[in-house]
């Protein structure tokens, strides 16, 4: 299994530019979500998904879109990039039974706005 | 509003010594509590979990305390290891969501040969 991938690993945009993180997960897990990570900050959820077809914002939506068309994928779409979405972006995947908790993050991916 | 407080940025201990790293919620909401590691440029990984039903959770090294009167959770790892030097992330979420976590900002633990 590979996990939680995440592409690009890292990305510079210019003001107004739109560009789609993607990420992908073979575990068959069917809730995932977007965080974004500033220095000196905890992460922070942007959206999220409980399956596909179903997504719903976080703390932190504003500038961002998602979509889950299928239960492996879910890319969060910047639309107009702003210096304020330099941060580190963060998908995870994520699986729970009540009895078991299970849930991986991919490696990031580095996005400056210049 | 910071929901999840990890007020020490920093914790250096010595190899073999006890590491504990503290947090604080205000939220009674939450009832389900995580802790995270990660190491620089890359994702977080999942530590250890505990319930609000639970007031300890033990695994390996690692025991995760809960008090839910004084909304406190603390993390013990012992014997420390210079491999445990990371960032920890303290989380927390209601309803068992574990998609749907507010993060504290972190303690960066070190390790010391």
């Known amino acids: 299994n590979a996990g939680v991938t995440q592409t690009p690993k890292f990305q510079v945009l210019k003001t107004g530019q739109s560009m789609t993180l993607q990420c992908a997960q073979d575990m068959n897990h069917e809730y995932m979500s977007w965080y974004r990570q500033d220095p000196g900050m905890g992460l922070r959820l942007i959206h999220y998904s409980v399956g596909a077809g179903i997504t719903d914002q976080g703390e932190v939506p504003n500038g961002y879109n998602v979509s889950r068309s299928t239960t492996e994928d879910f890319p969060l779409r910047l639309l107009s990039a702003a210096p304020s979405q330099t941060s580190v972006y963060f998908c995870?995947?994520?699986?729970?039974?009540?009895?078991?908790?299970?849930?991986?993050f991919g490696p990031g991916t580095r996005l400056t706005v210049l | 509003d910071q929901q999840v407080k990890q007020n020490s940025p920093s914790l250096s201990v010595q190899e073999g010594r006890i590491s504990i790293l503290n947090c604080d919620y205000t939220n009674s909401m939450f009832d389900y509590f995580l802790w995270y590691k990660k190491y620089p440029a890359e994702g977080p990984t999942f530590l250890i979990s505990?319930?609000?039903?639970?007031d300890k959770n033990e695994d390996g090294r690692f025991t995760v305390f809960l008090n839910k009167s004084a909304k406190h959770l603390s993390l013990h790892i012992v014997p420390s290891q210079p491999g445990d030097s990371a960032v920890y992330f303290c989380a927390a979420t209601s309803g068992g969501s574990n998609y749907k976590l507010t993060f504290g900002k972190g303690t960066l633990l070190t390790v010391n040969p």
């Open positions: 995870a995947s994520s699986y729970w039974t009540g009895g078991k908790n299970e849930q991986f």
């Open positions: 505990i319930s609000s039903i639970k």
